[in-house]
């Protein structure tokens, strides 16, 4: 956790979480401790019979790689499409985790790539609905 923000989880982060919804909120904190739904961590807490990503596993000609926070964010070939948007939003920041979770609108751009890839729906519901309101 250390790696993503060293000031974790204080002031700055608790002024930010005002503006979230509590699914928001919950997804953030989870993607700093590593403790997400993901199948490297539910493989360690014996929930699912693979580390690895499925996602990578069924495409043609890409090797299995472990999905781990970093993996589903920057990495997955699945969610390149998503990623392409998220990279032109963030710009020389776009791999940098501890940079895009210190500012509100990296966290709602990050928020928005992870309800569009829709690989944590199922834990936490539709995470962009408030944001898609504060757009309009």
């Known amino acids: 956790m250390e790696q993503i923000d060293k000031n ?12 979230l919804t509590r699914a928001q909120s919950s997804l953030l904190l989870q993607l700093r401790s590593g403790h997400i739904p993901l ?8 929930c699912a019979d ?4 499925q996602a990578c596993s069924t495409r043609r ?3 299995p790689a472990k999905e781990m926070v970093t993996h589903f964010l920057f990495d997955c070939t699945e ?7 998220l990279d ?8 940098d ?18 309800g569009r890839t829709k690989r ?14 504060d757009d309009a």
Do not use: V, W
């Not at 693979?50 to 990503?53: E, I, L, P, R």
């Not at 969610?79 to 948007?85: A, I, S």
């Not at 501890?98 to 992870?114: D, G, N, P, V």
């Open 8 to 19: 974790f989880p204080f002031k700055k982060f608790r002024k930010m979480q005002y503006h």
């Open 120 to 133: 944590l729906k199922r834990s936490f519901g539709t995470i962009t609905q408030q944001l898609d309101n």
């Open 39 to 46: 199948n490297a961590h539910l493989y360690r807490l014996k």
């Open 79 to 85: 969610y390149q499409y998503e990623c392409h948007d």
């Open 88 to 95: 032109k939003l963030l710009g020389c920041h776009n791999r």
């Open 97 to 114: 985790l501890e940079h895009i979770m210190s500012k509100q609108k990296y966290i709602r751009a990050l928020l928005k790539y992870i």
């Open 50 to 53: 693979t580390d690895t990503c």
């Open 61 to 63: 000609g890409a090797s």
